[in-house]
């Protein structure tokens, strides 16, 4: 299989997906490989019960939001490595090969249409 042309999908998709975690949270410090969220900024001394609640809804939103993203990101960094290793576009589960039509709809599938439930 021609590989190329899932690679440059792929890398597209973790460029976008990248910036959508960005927008929402911010990589941790002391982790480089996990994301978290970021409250909205307010001025403590300042703020009012409403402004302190909407920023508590913000990161509680920013939180959801943040976890499928970087489920997502990491499915794709997970089919980036397979794509070094040579192991692109074969079934977790039984080691079948991916059918391409699935592999389209979804370049970070890691399991053929009958080991994806």
Not at 47 to 55: F, I, K, L, N, Y
């Amino acid at each position: 299989m021609n590989t190329d042309h899932f690679k440059k999908l792929l890398e597209t998709e973790l460029i976008k997906v990248e910036g959508e975690l960005k927008s929402v949270g911010r990589r941790n410090p002391n982790n480089p490989n996990d994301w978290e969220a970021t409250p909205k900024a307010f001025q403590a001394d300042s703020a009012d019960r409403m402004e302190v609640a909407d920023s508590i809804d913000d990161y509680e939103d920013n939180t959801a939001i943040l976890k499928d993203l970087e489920i997502r990101y990491n499915e794709i960094k997970t089919a980036l490595e397979k794509i070094d290793a040579g192991t692109y576009g074969t079934c977790t589960v039984c080691k079948q090969p991916i059918d391409p039509k699935r592999l389209e709809a979804n370049p970070a599938a890691a399991t053929c249409v009958e080991h994806a439930k």
